[in-house]
C-alpha cells in the first residue's frame, strides 16, 4: 500500500506549488496499485500504434469528420499531442472503451510512481519512472506544437475555465513547472485572460505563442474562447490538443469506425491494425431514431455515452435506465457500446473497487498507464479507497 498522506507530503515539499486541498482531493490517489500483466500493456500500446496510425488515413478522415464540427476541416498539421485511451481488462483480453484528447492525470500519476516502487513486491515494476514519464510528456507536447507552428514554443499558456476551480488544477501547476524546466516561459490562464489581435495571441505580460488546451468545449464554439479560435485558424498559436485532433480521436462515434474491420479494410489500413481494433474495441453503434426500440430491448447488454461527452457526464449502464432518461437521450447524440465489464481489485478488507486502465501515448509510443479504481457506474474521484492508482506490471525477461 501506498501512505497517501505522506505522498501528498513530500509532494508539497518537492512541488511547492502543488496546492492540493484535503476535502477536495481526499481521493485523488489510491493507496492501492493495479497489478497487470506484461503482455496487456504492450497489447495495449500496439492498439494506441493503431490509432495513431488509423487517424492520419484520408479515407478515415473523410468518413469520421462527416459529423464533426466546421472548425476540425482545419489541419494545423500534427497529430495532437497525446491521447488517453481507456481499457476495461477482461478474461479476453483488454477492451478499448474510449480515447480522450486532453487527458487528465498523466504528470499526476508520474508522481504517483516513485511513491509505489519502495512497496512493490520483487517481481513486479512500474512502466517507466516519474522522471521519464514527466520528460516524455513534455516532449510529446512540445514536438506538437512544433509540428504546428515549425519552432520550439517560447512562451505558453495552460487555458482552462476558472482554472483554479478545477480539480486537477493542480496538475496544471506541475505542467507548468515541468515546461519552464523545459525552458518555456508558462502560465496558467482562463480564456478571458487572453486577446487575439494585431500583436497575435496576448495576455496582460505579453505574447503566447503555444496553448496547452485543457477546454471541454472542443469545437470553441463558446463566445469567451473566440480569440483562441481566431489566433488558431490564423495559424497565429499552436493550439495542443486541436479540434482536428478530437474529431479524428475523441468523438465516441468514431469507435463505431475503428472496430469496423471491413470498412478500415476498405480505407487500404494495414490487415493487422484492422484486426486488433475489432477485437478491442466492443461492438458500437449510433443510437438513431430506427436502432432506438431494438437497443432499448437489449439495453442491460449496452453502455450508453454521449458521443461529444467528457468524464462520464451523462453516460449509463443499460441496466440502470429508466424509461425517462432514454426518453431525454432522443435530445442528444448517444453511442451503444456492447457492455465490457471492468476488472475487480479486492483490497484491503475484502473491499472490492471496480478498476480501468488508461494508456497515455503519442505518435513516438506509451508515455504511463495509469489505473483509477472507483465504485459505481463510472469513474470517480470519490470513492474511498479510490482514486489514480499506479500499474505495476511483470518484470521483462531481460531484466
Same mark, same amino acid.
Given at each position: 500500500?501506498?501512505?497517501?498522506?505522506?505522498? &501528498?507530503?513530500?509532494?508539497?515539499?518537492?512541488?511547492?506549488?502543488?496546492?492540493?486541498?484535503?476535502?477536495? &482531493?481526499?481521493?485523488?490517489?489510491?493507496?492501492?496499485?493495479?497489478?497487470?500483466?506484461?503482455?496487456?500493456?504492450?497489447?495495449?500500446?500496439?492498439? !494506441?500504434?493503431?490509432?495513431?496510425?488509423?487517424? /492520419?488515413?484520408?479515407?478515415?478522415?473523410?468518413?469520421?469528420?462527416?459529423?464533426?464540427?466546421?472548425?476540425?476541416?482545419?489541419?494545423? /498539421?500534427?497529430? %495532437?499531442?497525446?491521447?488517453?485511451?481507456?481499457?476495461? #481488462?477482461?478474461?479476453?483480453?483488454?477492451?478499448?472503451?474510449? *480515447?480522450?484528447?486532453?487527458?487528465?492525470?498523466?504528470?499526476?500519476?508520474?508522481?504517483? #510512481?516513485?511513491?509505489?516502487?519502495?512497496?512493490?513486491?520483487?517481481?513486479?515494476?512500474?512502466?517507466?519512472?516519474?522522471?521519464? !514519464?514527466?520528460?516524455?510528456?513534455?516532449?510529446?507536447?512540445?514536438?506538437? !506544437?512544433?509540428?504546428?507552428?515549425?519552432?520550439?514554443?517560447?512562451?505558453?499558456?495552460?487555458?482552462?475555465?476558472?482554472?483554479?476551480?478545477?480539480?486537477?488544477?493542480?496538475?496544471?501547476?506541475?505542467?507548468?513547472?515541468?515546461?519552464?524546466?523545459? /525552458? *518555456?516561459?508558462?502560465?496558467?490562464?482562463?480564456?478571458?485572460?487572453?486577446?487575439?489581435?494585431?500583436?497575435?495571441?496576448?495576455?496582460? &505580460?505579453?505574447?503566447?505563442?503555444?496553448?496547452?488546451?485543457? #477546454?471541454?468545449?472542443?469545437?470553441?464554439?463558446?463566445?469567451? &474562447?473566440?480569440?483562441?479560435?481566431?489566433?488558431?485558424?490564423?495559424?497565429?498559436?499552436?493550439?495542443?490538443?486541436?479540434?482536428?485532433?478530437?474529431?479524428?480521436?475523441?468523438?465516441?462515434?468514431?469507435?463505431?469506425?475503428?472496430?469496423?474491420?471491413?470498412?478500415?479494410?476498405?480505407?487500404?489500413?494495414?490487415?493487422?491494425?484492422?484486426?486488433?481494433?475489432?477485437?478491442?474495441?466492443?461492438?458500437?453503434?449510433?443510437?438513431?431514431?430506427?436502432?432506438?426500440?431494438?437497443?432499448?430491448?437489449?439495453?442491460?447488454?449496452?453502455?450508453?455515452?454521449?458521443?461529444? %461527452?467528457?468524464?462520464?457526464?451523462?453516460?449509463?449502464?443499460?441496466?440502470?435506465?429508466?424509461?425517462?432518461?432514454?426518453?431525454?437521450?432522443?435530445?442528444?447524440?448517444?453511442?451503444?457500446?456492447?457492455? !465490457?465489464?471492468?476488472?475487480?481489485?479486492?483490497?484491503?478488507?475484502?473491499?472490492?473497487?471496480?478498476?480501468?486502465?488508461?494508456?497515455?501515448?503519442?505518435?513516438?509510443?506509451? #508515455?504511463?498507464?495509469?489505473?483509477?479504481?472507483?465504485?459505481?457506474?463510472?469513474?470517480?474521484?470519490?470513492?474511498?479507497?479510490?482514486?489514480?492508482?499506479?500499474?505495476?506490471?511483470?518484470?521483462?525477461?531481460?531484466?
Amino acid at each position: 500500500m501506498v501512505d497517501i498522506l505522506r505522498l &501528498h507530503e513530500s509532494i508539497r515539499g518537492a512541488f511547492p506549488e502543488f496546492t492540493t486541498d484535503p476535502a477536495v &482531493h481526499a481521493h485523488l490517489f489510491s493507496p492501492y496499485a493495479l497489478f497487470v500483466d506484461r503482455p496487456a500493456l504492450e497489447a495495449m500500446g500496439r492498439v !494506441a500504434a493503431a490509432v495513431f496510425d488509423v487517424a /492520419g488515413n484520408p479515407g478515415y478522415s473523410q468518413r469520421v469528420l462527416q459529423w464533426a464540427p466546421d472548425i476540425a476541416t482545419h489541419d494545423p /498539421g500534427s497529430a %495532437g499531442g497525446v491521447l488517453g485511451l481507456d481499457f476495461h #481488462l477482461t478474461v479476453d483480453g483488454p477492451r478499448l472503451i474510449e *480515447v480522450n484528447t486532453n487527458p487528465g492525470g498523466l504528470l499526476l500519476n508520474a508522481l504517483l #510512481l516513485d511513491a509505489v516502487r519502495s512497496c512493490a513486491p520483487p517481481a513486479w515494476a512500474t512502466w517507466t519512472n516519474a522522471a521519464q !514519464a514527466r520528460d516524455a510528456a513534455v516532449t510529446a507536447w512540445m514536438e506538437d !506544437a512544433r509540428q504546428q507552428s515549425g519552432r520550439t514554443p517560447s512562451r505558453l499558456a495552460i487555458v482552462d475555465s476558472t482554472p483554479r476551480a478545477q480539480f486537477l488544477y493542480p496538475e496544471f501547476e506541475l505542467y507548468a513547472n515541468a515546461f519552464r524546466d523545459h /525552458g *518555456v516561459d508558462c502560465v496558467i490562464s482562463a480564456p478571458e485572460d487572453l486577446s487575439f489581435g494585431s500583436d497575435g495571441l496576448e495576455d496582460a &505580460h505579453g505574447r503566447i505563442d503555444t496553448v496547452y488546451n485543457r #477546454l471541454t468545449d472542443f469545437a470553441l464554439e463558446d463566445a469567451s &474562447h473566440a480569440d483562441i479560435r481566431e489566433a488558431y485558424l490564423a495559424g497565429d498559436v499552436a493550439l495542443m490538443p486541436h479540434p482536428r485532433a478530437h474529431a479524428l480521436f475523441a468523438d465516441k462515434r468514431n469507435l463505431a469506425v475503428l472496430g469496423y474491420p471491413a470498412l478500415l479494410g476498405g480505407f487500404g489500413v494495414d490487415a493487422g491494425s484492422t484486426a486488433l481494433l475489432g477485437q478491442v474495441i466492443p461492438p458500437t453503434v449510433e443510437l438513431v431514431p430506427a436502432n432506438r426500440d431494438a437497443l432499448w430491448a437489449v439495453r442491460n447488454g449496452y453502455f450508453f455515452k454521449p458521443a461529444a %461527452g467528457f468524464g462520464s457526464r451523462g453516460s449509463y449502464r443499460g441496466d440502470k435506465l429508466t424509461r425517462r432518461t432514454w426518453a431525454s437521450m432522443a435530445s442528444a447524440t448517444y453511442i451503444a457500446q456492447a457492455f !465490457a465489464p471492468p476488472s475487480m481489485r479486492i483490497v484491503h478488507g475484502g473491499q472490492s473497487l471496480k478498476a480501468d486502465v488508461r494508456c497515455f501515448a503519442s505518435e513516438a509510443g506509451v #508515455l504511463l498507464f495509469a489505473a483509477r479504481l472507483y465504485q459505481g457506474q463510472t469513474t470517480n474521484m470519490r470513492t474511498p479507497g479510490g482514486g489514480f492508482a499506479a500499474v505495476l506490471t511483470s518484470s521483462r525477461i531481460d531484466e
